[in-house]
């Protein structure tokens, strides 16, 4: 049976942007989500997209210049609105079509590309924000269910034969690389899909916050099937 507790403390739901940027992480919930249904075709809009590589950013001109039927405007609209709230705010949102990322393959026992669960780190208060418009959404992972892969035995000690520098150097060595930044999921572990057309807001390490990071991945694509992110 599924132990549901921890995600009930981790994630808080709310209904509209104001309560999302408003609301303050604390305790074990360091995840927001503005729980929505929205109407409209987004995968046409990804149809229509001229790609320019496995990553294709859809600026906001662009956007609006797509010959779109009356199920692909009402998309559009939404996204245009979700992407005004953001900069109101004072973020940068990004809007992307994905085909997939860009794999990390330097260490054959420890990757650090996006597929990895992660959390996000900045020097100055921020938080993350994404919502998965088409194509298959982003996972996170109880806080509970993972552990920091640089604090596994044995891939410390792989770690440690590729660190070619003064013992005091090493930690230093796993933040630069953001190796620290990485988790396992427990065997037992159950991540949580992040669905379609919701808007969340996820807790990110940085020297003010009072709660740990949200730990996420992106996911593997379907063949086939591009995914539209929005993410800042």
């Known amino acids: 049976m599924i132990d549901l507790s921890h995600t009930e403390k981790q994630i808080h739901y709310v209904t509209n ?19 929505r249904q929205l109407t409209g075709d987004f995968s046409e809009i990804t149809e229509k997209i001229t790609l320019s590589g496995n990553i294709t950013e859809i600026g906001q001109d662009e956007l609006r210049e797509l010959q779109l ?17 953001l900069e109101a705010h004072g973020a940068l ?10 794999r990390d393959d330097a ?35 109880p806080n509970s ?28 060595f796993l933040s630069e690389h953001s190796f620290d930044l990485h ?12 669905g379609l057309g919701r808007l969340w807001r996820l807790a990110v390490d940085h020297p ?10 992106a996911p593997k694509e379907k063949p086939g099937q591009n995914r539209l992110l929005l993410i800042c």
């Open 17 to 35: 942007f104001q309560d999302l940027i408003s609301t303050p992480f604390s305790g074990e919930m360091n995840a927001i989500c503005w729980n």
């Open 69 to 85: 039927s009356e199920q692909g405007q009402l998309a559009r609209e939404i996204i245009l609105d979700d992407l005004k709230l």
């Open 93 to 102: 949102p990004i809007l992307n079509v994905i085909s997939y990322y860009e």
């Open 107 to 141: 260490y054959p026992f420890f990757s650090t590309d996006v597929y990895s669960f992660h959390v996000d780190r900045s020097p100055v208060p921020v938080d993350t924000f994404l919502c998965t418009y088409y194509g298959t959404s982003s996972e996170i992972l």
């Open 145 to 172: 269910q993972g552990r920091k892969k640089v604090f596994i035995p044995d891939i410390r000690d792989e770690l440690k034969k590729r660190y070619h520098g003064a013992e005091e150097g090493f930690e230093s």
């Open 183 to 194: 988790y396992q999921a427990n065997p037992d572990a159950h991540p949580i899909s992040l």
């Open 208 to 217: 003010e916050s009072e709660v740990p990071p949200c730990i996420h991945r």
